[in-house]
């Protein structure tokens, strides 16, 4: 069976600081889910833990009181609406999540390719070679880590932010045999991959390159779902459905792929 597209389980509200915007707020997220037919949608505003040492100034003030100030989430008979968050991953290799708060959220998601906040993620000057080693160091510190992977996905992992102008580079210097290593790690701790590279704009060598690791990932056994990280009304939600169909065509996804997170819900 064909994977159905029934979900958007990474999107951002006014609470993230990188939104801010009134527009993105529950209720609306909820209409938008609606009005794509999404059985399952999760908001997951950037956060870092006040329990956890190390905080950004610019991520000091989204706590999980910050964010939790969109609780209640407005719920229909059509949408399940859950709460999660995005945490982060420090230079240091310090997640931005407590256990405590990690148990109060029905889904989260880590970032290891947040590697444009330089002085916090990573140094800052740091050149492609060493892009593609912090590449799979950060993922694997997170796979050894002991963590309710049933319920976190690892996060845009083809996204620019791995090096702005260069992250095609970067990707093309991993070797397979550590996609197939890192990921056969992912499948056997059950996290989930997450699917949301913009495909209708990529073609040739570029959408080649950024396939590759996702299709060593399925061969590997990892089970995906999507997310949209849609900041604004006016992003990626207006095209979330095509650009998710279009997707699961390339990587020829059926409904096994998807996480069982989603299929036990």
Same mark, same amino acid.
């Given at each position: 069976m064909?994977y159905i597209?029934?979900?958007?389980?990474?999107?951002?509200?006014?609470?993230?600081?990188?939104s801010?915007?009134?527009?993105?707020?529950p209720?609306?997220?909820?209409?938008?889910a609606?009005?794509?037919?999404?059985?399952?949608?999760? @908001?997951?505003?950037?956060?870092? /833990?006040s329990? @956890?040492?190390?905080?950004? /100034?610019w991520?000091?003030?989204?706590?999980y009181e910050?964010?939790?100030?969109?609780?209640?989430?407005?719920?229909? /008979?059509?949408?399940?609406?859950?709460?999660?968050?995005?945490?982060?991953?420090?230079?240091?290799?310090?997640?931005?999540?407590?256990?405590a708060v990690?148990?109060?959220?029905?889904?989260?998601?880590?970032?290891?390719?947040?590697?444009?906040?330089?002085?916090?993620? @990573?140094?800052?000057?740091e050149g492609?070679?060493?892009?593609?080693?912090l590449?799979?160091?950060?993922?694997?510190?997170?796979?050894?880590?002991? #963590?309710p992977?049933?319920k976190?996905?690892?996060?845009?992992?083809?996204?620019?932010?791995?090096?702005?102008?260069?992250?095609?580079? @970067?990707?093309?210097?991993?070797?397979?045999?550590e996609?197939?290593?890192?990921?056969? $790690?992912?499948a056997?701790?059950?996290v989930?991959?997450?699917?949301?590279?913009?495909?209708l704009?990529l073609?040739?060598?570029? #959408?080649?390159?950024?396939?590759?690791?996702?299709?060593?990932?399925?061969?590997?056994?990892?089970?995906?779902y999507?997310?949209?990280?849609?900041?604004?009304?006016?992003?990626?939600?207006h095209?979330?459905?095509?650009?998710?169909?279009?997707?699961?065509?390339?990587?020829?996804?059926?409904?096994?792929d $998807?996480?069982?997170?989603?299929k036990?819900?």
């Amino acid at each position: 069976m064909r994977y159905i597209t029934d979900h958007d389980i990474h999107i951002h509200s006014m609470k993230s600081y990188c939104s801010g915007n009134p527009a993105q707020n529950p209720a609306a997220l909820l209409a938008y889910a609606e009005k794509n037919g999404y059985r399952t949608l999760c @908001v997951t505003d950037h956060m870092w /833990d006040s329990a @956890v040492p190390g905080a950004s /100034d610019w991520y000091a003030g989204q706590s999980y009181e910050h964010i939790s100030e969109n609780l209640p989430l407005p719920q229909s /008979d059509k949408v399940k609406f859950l709460f999660g968050c995005e945490t982060e991953l420090k230079w240091d290799m310090t997640l931005g999540i407590s256990p405590a708060v990690m148990d109060k959220l029905d889904w989260f998601i880590i970032p290891t390719t947040h590697m444009h906040i330089g002085g916090f993620t @990573v140094g800052g000057d740091e050149g492609i070679e060493e892009r593609a080693e912090l590449w799979c160091k950060r993922l694997e510190t997170v796979l050894d880590m002991d #963590l309710p992977f049933h319920k976190i996905g690892i996060a845009h992992l083809t996204c620019e932010h791995i090096c702005r102008g260069h992250h095609l580079e @970067v990707l093309d210097l991993i070797p397979h045999s550590e996609y197939h290593r890192l990921f056969a $790690k992912a499948a056997k701790v059950g996290v989930g991959i997450e699917l949301n590279f913009y495909s209708l704009d990529l073609t040739g060598e570029a #959408l080649e390159t950024t396939l590759l690791p996702y299709r060593i990932a399925k061969e590997e056994g990892c089970k995906f779902y999507f997310g949209s990280d849609s900041h604004h009304p006016d992003e990626q939600m207006h095209t979330s459905k095509e650009n998710f169909e279009h997707i699961v065509d390339l990587l020829e996804l059926k409904e096994d792929d $998807k996480i069982d997170f989603l299929k036990n819900l």
